[in-house]
T-cell receptor
Framework: GQNIDQPTEMTATEGAIVQINCTYQ??????LFWYQQHAGEAPTFLSY??LDGLEEKGRFSSFLSRSKGYSYLLLKELQMKDSASYLC??????????WGAGTKLIIKP | IAGITQAPTSQILAAGRRMTLRCTQD?????MYWYRQDLGLGLRLIHY???????GKGEVPDGYSVSRANTDDFPLTLASAVPSQTSVYFC????????????FGEGSRLTVL
């Protein structure tokens, strides 16, 4: 079966760095997405990785290793507004998105 | 502001009732999707449409139907609601971006009693 694993919840301190991991087992691979979802709101797109390596976008970076079925989202200089759930999703060989359950990130002052 | 509009934002209905969740987008995206989001689970695809006039079944289609008469509208109908359909429903669209990112509506919270 297809599976996306990510931690259920993480806690970090304002100003610090946090890494949210995502491992996947899917039928083929056509790209990996990270979305941010604040409580009670819609998910919003953060990043897309299709090749191995690191993609940096401001305070957020996303890494992909296709051979290991692994990605992480790195958030630097954490702000209170970064408190949200972070969703990992993989596009399989049929271009269907398989979603992880999300990681709830709690930022403490 | 361009985007996706869902209605209603919240609804409580009795089991056995028929309910249609509306979704309209003004981005001229070809592809549209309906997801449900339940606590502890990832987003699950109910139905999708790659272009106007075509629809397809997702992971959890039973009890739901959709139509795509035009590019902008993609309503989701529950013919006879059951309590297990209590969930938050998100409509999304994609098209034109290299990344294939999804644009989501604000969600419809549905409670079936």
């Amino acid at each position: 079966g297809q599976n996306i694993d990510q931690p259920t919840e993480m806690t970090a301190t304002e100003g610090a760095i946090v890494q949210i991991n995502c491992t996947y087992q899917t039928s083929g691979f056509n790209g990996l997405f990270w979305y941010q979802q604040h409580a009670g709101e819609a998910p919003t797109f953060l990043s897309y990785n299709v090749l191995d390596g690191l993609e940096e976008k401001g305070r957020f970076s996303s890494f992909l290793s296709r051979s290991k079925g692994y990605s992480y989202l790195l958030l630097k200089e954490l702000q209170m507004k970064d408190s949200a759930s972070y969703l990992c999703a993989v596009e399989d060989s049929n271009y269907q998105l398989i979603w992880g359950a999300g990681t709830k990130l709690i930022i403490k002052p | 502001i361009a985007g996706i509009t869902q209605a209603p934002t919240s609804q409580i209905l009795a089991a056995g009732r028929r309910m249609t969740l509306r979704c309209t987008q003004d981005m001229r995206h070809n592809a549209m999707y309906w997801y449900r989001q339940d606590l502890g689970l990832g987003l699950r695809l109910i139905h999708y449409s790659n272009t106007a006039g075509t629809t397809g079944k997702g992971e959890v289609p039973d009890g739901y139907s959709v139509s795509r008469a035009n590019t902008d509208d993609f309503p989701l109908t529950l013919a006879s609601a059951v309590p297990s359909q209590t969930s938050v429903y998100f409509c999304a669209s994609s098209g034109g971006e290299d990344t294939g990112e999804l644009f989501f509506g604000e969600g419809s919270r549905l409670t079936v009693l």
